[in-house]
């Protein structure tokens, strides 16, 4: 099992900057790719990167160039740096890990991007 716990969402106008932390614990080991998805209201839940143990990482369109994944193996935790933020941003961004074939989700943390 592995446990994931967001933080750092909130409210920010547009052009702003915000990051997001997931922390890992439980059978962290074996867990291999994390990433970040999130679902806006109305519509289905996207991936919009993603990042290996090794480092590479993965980004959907709508968020290159705006948004950089990182991780620290050491502490466990994946991060997400959010700039240049858009209100087509807003929604809930949820942590993924897959361990052992399993995507383990946090459970979620808000992100609204209004003036």
């Known amino acids: 099992q592995v446990q994931l716990v967001e933080s750092g969402g909130g409210l920010v106008q547009p052009g702003g900057s915000l990051s997001l932390s997931c922390a890992a614990s439980?059978?962290?080991?074996?867990?291999?790719?994390m990433g970040w998805h999130r679902q806006a209201p109305g519509k289905q839940r996207e991936l919009i990167a993603d990042?290996?143990?090794?480092?590479?990482?993965n980004y959907a369109d709508s968020v290159k160039g705006r948004f950089t994944i990182s991780r620290d193996n050491a502490k466990n935790t994946v991060y997400l740096q959010m700039n240049s933020l858009k209100p087509e941003d807003t929604a809930v961004y949820y942590c993924?890990?897959?361990?052992?074939?399993?995507?383990?989700w946090g459970q979620g943390t808000q992100v609204a991007v209004s003036s």
């Open positions: 439980g059978n962290i080991l074996r867990i291999t790719t």
């Open positions: 990042i290996a143990r090794g480092g590479w990482t």
């Open positions: 993924t890990a897959l361990h052992e074939g399993i995507n383990y």
